[in-house]
């Protein structure tokens, strides 16, 4: 705000300035024209503007105000957090190409206000992070990696478009983060958050010179030996389509910032991966992979679409979705700015001359190591996760058929037992039979008590503060990763039959089933903590299996078993 004698002048003045663009386009109820010759483009640019008046209400915009710049709004404003999450801010970015981009009707595009509201949240950043530069998520002291490595690159890409270079306070922030990021090793290996300190110290490399060079090496070395020769990249072991989506965004950005490095193998075998997995409806992933989220970053697919038209077919499939409505609901606080930002970069690297949509492959696709697969037969087509329980989506010319998560048993404890909850669980992949078998797990469903959360921020104060990564672990393995086994086998067949897939599950008791209050079957349960998975999509309108009249019958060595042919109900 430098060099601003009379801000209010400088306001009205501009805003008077704008106000004929903005009243047509809202007098026309919308923000592109109807003559654009790109209707996929327009629909980005629809969706993600729209989404700006919910961001800046995320942010404390008064500069008097001793939280000014911070988007956390559950701290500043409701106050109910004792701690501003360092995620938050990177809503700069979104908000940095929202003032950037010139997108016919954009109501935002050049503002002054809007700068300064940016440049404000990179300097509250800087004063809420901790000395060593690095900052919290979910709980204090925490020193979350992906928080971090998110917020950076939003800082670099945000103060580059903005054009805020040289000011030392800034510099030496950006410094001190990208070095406890290179030198930072969370546990598990999560590969989208290592692109994304790839990504990171490739740009401070381009801003701040040569010292950046090794420890960038080193992190894009990490991440490519975490590439699975089937394509995916790890997210705690397994294959997750929505996250690898954005880690082929990042690479392909890196690929065209350094063409040298041979980055566009690495990344066109992770589309095609991405492509075999693409369901006919547009969507992507679901509860029977890894993380069971249903991200989908599209920008990377324009980027890379300049050389791999592979890419461009998958965002034309992809996209169709947003424009009728139908895309799952990535939209609560946390998580709707990666998707803004997503938008907004697709509209800026949109390939004008496309392919359209690539037609998905008939017959079996296995991936052994994901324990996927993926098989299109006729009309319908199925995805299936073995390890999460033989948890699948079918798909009958297009449609979504039937989601189906397996059996689900809650007890008068309150404790679940799940199939779907990722397992070691044994497989039998016949041509026309599929069978999967295994144990029962108990759901991870720790919740925070007042005493709980007493005690964990005491421990994180004193003793957690220096081992937060010992903290993490623990509370991976609690949330995420761990497993419990539950007194209940099951078995599910899958069948090809008279040209449709038929379905039989069997639920074997070890104690019989007098603890058991209720039974039943969802399409869309996840049973562990993931940040973006349990999201809103219409295909959930799908009923509710119950099963509890029939385990009440049973008697306690008995199994309860369900035959089913999967059909569309008139």
Not at 10 to 31: C, E, F, Q, V
Not at 194 to 206: F, G, N, S, T, V
Request: aromatic residues 10%.
């Amino acid at each position: 705000m430098a060099g601003i004698t009379d801000p209010y002048r400088l306001r009205r003045s501009t805003y008077a300035a704008n106000r004929p663009r903005a009243r047509t386009a809202m007098k026309a109820g919308k923000i592109l024209p109807e003559n654009s010759a790109s209707p996929l483009r327009d629909v980005l640019a629809r969706r993600a503007l729209a989404e700006i008046p919910r961001l800046l209400t995320l942010q404390d915009r008064t500069p008097v105000s001793p939280t000014y710049g911070s988007f956390d709004r559950m701290w500043w404003h409701y106050r109910v957090m004792d701690f501003p999450t360092g995620m938050s801010q990177k809503e700069v970015l979104p908000l940095a190409l929202a003032w950037s981009l010139d997108i016919p009707g954009n109501p935002y595009f050049r503002q002054p206000e809007i700068r300064n509201w940016i440049e404000a949240g990179i300097r509250f950043a800087a004063r809420a992070s901790h000395p060593d530069g690095s900052c919290d998520d979910y709980y204090p002291f925490e020193r979350a990696a992906g928080a971090a490595a998110f917020s950076l690159i939003a800082f670099l890409d945000a103060s580059e478009i903005i054009g805020l270079h040289g000011d030392p306070e800034i510099d030496a922030f950006l410094k001190l983060r990208a070095n406890w990021l290179a030198t930072h090793a969370e546990s598990g290996r999560l590969s989208n958050h290592e692109a994304l300190i790839a990504a990171c110290l490739q740009r401070m490399l381009e801003r701040f010179g040569d010292e950046w060079e090794a420890p960038f090496r080193k992190r894009l070395g990490r991440l490519l030996s975490w590439q699975h020769r089937e394509g995916w990249f790890a997210e705690y072991e397994g294959a997750d389509p929505g996250y690898t989506t954005l880690t082929i965004a990042l690479l392909a950005d890196l690929d065209r910032r350094r063409p040298e490095l041979g980055l566009r193998d690495p990344c066109e075998r992770a589309i095609r991966f991405i492509h075999s997995m693409l369901h006919p409806d547009g969507t992507l992933g679901g509860e029977y992979t890894s993380r069971c989220t249903l991200n989908f970053f599209v920008h990377g697919f324009e980027i890379a679409g300049s050389w791999c038209p592979l890419g461009l077919a998958i965002n034309d499939a992809a996209l169709p979705i947003l424009a009728r409505g139908e895309n799952p609901a990535v939209a609560d606080d946390r998580i709707f700015g990666h998707h803004v930002t997503s938008w907004l970069m697709a509209w800026k690297e949109w390939q004008a001359e496309r392919p359209g949509p690539s037609p998905l492959p008939d017959g079996r696709v296995i991936y052994q190591d994901a324990k996927l697969l993926i098989e299109g037969r006729g009309d319908q087509r199925l995805y299936l996760g073995w390890s999460h329980g033989g948890a699948f989506r079918l798909f009958d010319k297009g449609r979504l058929l039937l989601a189906d998560t397996g059996p689900t048993l809650a007890m008068k404890s309150g404790r679940v037992a799940v199939t779907h909850l990722e397992a070691e669980n044994k497989v039998e992949l016949g041509a026309d039979r599929i069978v999967i078998e295994g144990q029962m797990a108990w759901a991870k469903s720790a919740l925070l008590t007042p005493v709980k959360s007493i005690i964990f921020r005491a421990l994180m104060i004193t003793v957690g503060r220096w081992f937060p990564d010992l903290i993490r672990r623990l509370l991976q393995r609690m949330l995420v990763t761990g497993r419990k086994p539950a007194p209940f086998r099951f078995r599910r067949i899958l069948e090809w039959q008279a040209g449709r897939w038929t379905l039989k599950d069997e639920v074997i008791p070890e104690n019989g089933w007098d603890e058991v209050a209720q039974a039943g079957i969802g399409g869309f349960q996840c049973s562990m903590t993931t940040v973006v998975a349990r999201v809103w999509q219409p295909a959930q309108l799908q009923p509710w299996l119950d099963l509890t009249p029939a385990t009440s019958r049973l008697g306690a060595q008995e199994s309860l078993t369900l035959d089913r042919v999967p059909e569309f109900v008139a």
